[in-house]
Nanobody
C-alpha cells in the first residue's frame, strides 16, 4: 500500500503564500503521477495541479495558473505545492493523490491513493 501525508496548511491573509508538502511512503512503482486537488465546503473536489514523477511534466487548473507551482523531490519522495497570491476562493481542504501511469491526469478517478488532506484558509 501507499501512504500519502500532507502538511503545510494553515491560515493566511489574501495575497499571502503557503507551501504544501506531500510525503509518499510504502509500495513503490516504476511509473506514476501525483496531483493536488481541493474541496471547499459544499463543493465537489476539483483538480489543482499535477506532475509526472519521472519527467516532471506539470499541468495546472486555470484558476491557479501563474500563482501555484507544483514540484517534486525524487530523493525524498515528496511533492510540493507552492501557493502565492492566495485568494479567499482558494480556501479548501487540499488533498494529494497518486495515480499509475506516465501521463498527467485531471480526473480524480484516475488516482488510486489519497492523503487525508490539509486545510488552507485564506481571509480577506
Amino acid at each position: 500500500q501507499v501512504q500519502l501525508d500532507e502538511s503545510g496548511g494553515g491560515s493566511v491573509q489574501a495575497g499571502g503564500s503557503l507551501r504544501l508538502s506531500c510525503a509518499a511512503s510504502g509500495r513503490t512503482f516504476s511509473s506514476y503521477t501525483m496531483g493536488w486537488f481541493r474541496q471547499a465546503p459544499g463543493k465537489e473536489r476539483e483538480f489543482v495541479a499535477t506532475i509526472t514523477w519521472s519527467v516532471g511534466s506539470t499541468y495546472y487548473a486555470d484558476s491557479v495558473k501563474g500563482r501555484f507551482t507544483v514540484s517534486r523531490d525524487n530523493a525524498k519522495n515528496t511533492m510540493y505545492l507552492q501557493m502565492t497570491s492566495l485568494k479567499p476562493e482558494d480556501t479548501a481542504v487540499y488533498y494529494c493523490a497518486m495515480g499509475m501511469g506516465s501521463s498527467y491526469y485531471t480526473n480524480p478517478s484516475r488516482y488510486n491513493y489519497w492523503g487525508r488532506g490539509t486545510q488552507v484558509t485564506v481571509s480577506s
